[in-house]
């Protein structure tokens, strides 16, 4: 894995500085407080902003839509095998293809958000049966976002349904290891691909955390 870069680095900085700011401004007793916390949150938003070459308004408008103590997003994905090939889906928003998943729902579990979104983006039903890895996206070479996760992935086995497109993603398919098309890197990485692959192998193996 290469070395993060400065770009890297800033982004990381600006993600703490906003972690920082949502909980200060949840936890502030006055005046004084909420606004140095404010500007806290106002100098995160420029950094992800020239990051980005946005408009900083947008980021700190997202940021004020999060309240409360401020802890990682939950990304969960799912591996799903048919004989020796795995399920992906073909992102619409940027072509590339990507285990199906998405950010877990409030009042789900992670297993059931994760067999909703399978549900919802291939048309097969599911059950999820192992958690084989809890990642921290930071660590990997994902493209940047602004707010830190965990990414979920669980091994899932077909009970139902079949093969289903979505306003989300435009196609389906099952892919043998030597044959994965152009990944979405923004939610899925070759070594995750490769992971689950290993993982189906060898159920005995522990879950992966870091």
Same mark, same amino acid.
């Given at each position: 894995m290469n070395p993060p870069t400065y770009a890297d680095r800033a982004l990381r &900085?600006? =993600?703490? $500085? =906003?972690?920082i700011s949502q909980t200060g401004l949840y936890y502030a007793l006055n005046e004084f407080d909420r606004e140095r916390f404010g500007e806290v949150r106002a100098i995160a938003a420029e950094m992800m902003a020239a990051q980005w070459g946005a408009d900083p308004a947008a980021f700190h408008t997202m940021f004020s839509r999060d309240q409360g103590y401020a802890t990682p997003k939950v990304d969960v994905r799912g591996a799903v %095998? =048919?004989? !020796?090939?795995? #399920? $992906?889906? =073909? @992102?619409? @928003? !940027? +072509? +590339? &293809?990507? #285990?199906p998943g998405g950010w877990a729902d409030l009042g789900q579990s992670a297993a059931q958000s994760v067999v909703r979104e399978i549900r919802e983006e291939s048309g097969y039903e599911t059950r999820a049966f192992k958690l084989l890895a809890v990642l921290e996206r930071d660590r990997y070479p994902h493209?940047?976002?602004? *707010?830190?996760? %965990?990414k979920m992935i669980f091994l899932c086995e077909i009970v139902g349904g079949e093969a289903a497109a979505s306003n989300e993603t435009s196609a389906v +398919? %099952? %892919?043998a290891q030597n044959e994965i098309p152009s990944l979405s890197l923004t939610r899925t990485l070759p070594e995750q691909i490769r992971m689950a692959f290993e993982h189906r192998a060898h159920p005995e193996w522990p879950t992966? *955390? !870091?």
């Open positions: &900085w600006a =993600q703490r $500085l =906003q972690a %095998f =048919q004989d !020796d090939r795995i #399920l $992906l889906v =073909q @992102e619409r @928003e !940027d +072509g +590339g &293809w990507t #285990l493209p940047p976002i602004p *707010f830190a996760s %965990f +398919g %099952f %892919f992966i *955390f !870091d």
